[in-house]
């Protein structure tokens, strides 16, 4: 049998592996960086979240919405500011849906979009595409924007390009500006 001395000392000895093994747990759990283990990284001192598979819905009105999707977002925690990676938005409105995706984009305080880098699109028939240096910004709230850095807008075998277009879809027109050219091939009856 033992004595008290030893299981005094197999006490200790547990208690001692006992001890050992939470720091090594602690320090995996600290040191380790696995994308898998949270969705998102954080600098707090910049008051950035990072996040992977960005997924936000902006609702605008009743008939109005805008769905941003991108790979990877870094969010401002103070102004609820997004840059993103890989974007694809949504914007469904009353009468018409644009979709597009951009190489990067920012959502800025609820109310504007900006996108950049080789834009591409679609509304209903029609196609739009930007440059490499392409840059888009929209204000949800005025329902205003311009695309800077060349642009391409198709329908069917027409299209209009331009340096820049500024657009209103609340009060439905397209200003194109500098160097605009037009490719029109009427309909054949």
């Not at 954080?42 to 950035?48: A, E, P, R, V």
Request: charge should be negative.
């Amino acid at each position: 049998m033992l004595g008290v001395k030893g299981k005094l000392r197999i006490y200790n000895v547990l208690l001692f592996l006992s001890l050992l093994i939470f720091l090594i747990v602690i320090m995996v759990v600290f040191i380790r960086e696995d994308k898998d283990m949270v969705p998102y990284r954080s600098d707090l001192l910049k008051n950035i979240v990072k996040l992977n598979e960005v997924d936000l819905i902006y609702i605008i009105d009743n008939n109005t919405f805008v769905k941003l999707k991108a790979k990877t977002g870094d969010v401002d925690i103070i102004d609820y500011n997004i840059d993103m990676e890989h974007v694809d938005v949504l914007y469904t409105g009353k009468d018409f849906v644009i979709n597009a995706q951009a190489e990067r984009g920012e959502y800025l305080s609820q109310r504007f979009l900006k996108a950049y880098d080789n834009i591409t699109g679609h509304m209903d028939n029609m196609t739009f595409k930007t440059g490499s240096e392409g840059f888009l910004e929209y204000d949800y709230i005025e329902g205003r924007g311009e695309v800077k850095n060349g642009v391409t807008i198709t329908q069917d075998n027409n299209s209009i390009s331009s340096k820049s277009m500024a657009f209103d879809i609340k009060n439905n027109f397209i200003i194109f500006k500098d160097n605009v050219t037009v490719d029109y091939i009427p309909a054949q009856e």
